[in-house]
């Protein structure tokens, strides 16, 4: 696996990781709740992560257009795992909203930010050929 392919990796797996702990220190030890969190994070992530390697596997080695690449995975993980961190610690935050919408404005963002990759990444490719 590339070094590009590890942080591809890394993002689909640790945006539900961080949330899944981060509803450990709100909501405390609840299997069911851990479950539903980890997974409402990882659909979004993994649709980032799907269009990361497919633009991935297109990119060429030395190629500006791998960092592109990953802005389908790096941009809502790191957005979603500061939302998360700010979550953990503001006192009296809103659990329902971070937890239950949170994924849902990742999915919209993961979804525009794979357009506007695509699009980037056919402009980078076309310069360099």
């Known amino acids: 696996m590339t070094r ?51 633009l991935l596997r297109s990119a060429h080695k030395a190629d500006a257009g791998q960092w592109v690449a990953l802005w389908p995975t790096l941009v809502p993980a790191v957005a979603g795992t500061l939302w998360y961190l700010y979550g953990m610690a503001a006192l009296g935050s809103d659990s329902g909203r971070e937890y239950f919408a949170g994924p849902f404005y990742l999915l919209a963002g993961t979804l525009v930010i794979a357009v506007v990759a695509i699009f980037a990444f056919i402009m980078t490719r076309s310069r360099h050929v």
């Not at 945006?15 to 409402?40: C, E, K």
Request: aromatic share 12%.
């Open 4 to 54: 590009f392919g590890k942080y591809n990796l890394a993002g689909v797996l640790g945006l539900p990781l961080v949330a899944m702990l981060g509803s450990v220190v709100v909501f405390g030890v609840r299997p069911d709740t851990q479950i539903f969190v980890f997974v409402t994070n990882a659909i979004p992530m993994l649709i980032g992560g799907a269009v990361s390697a497919f």
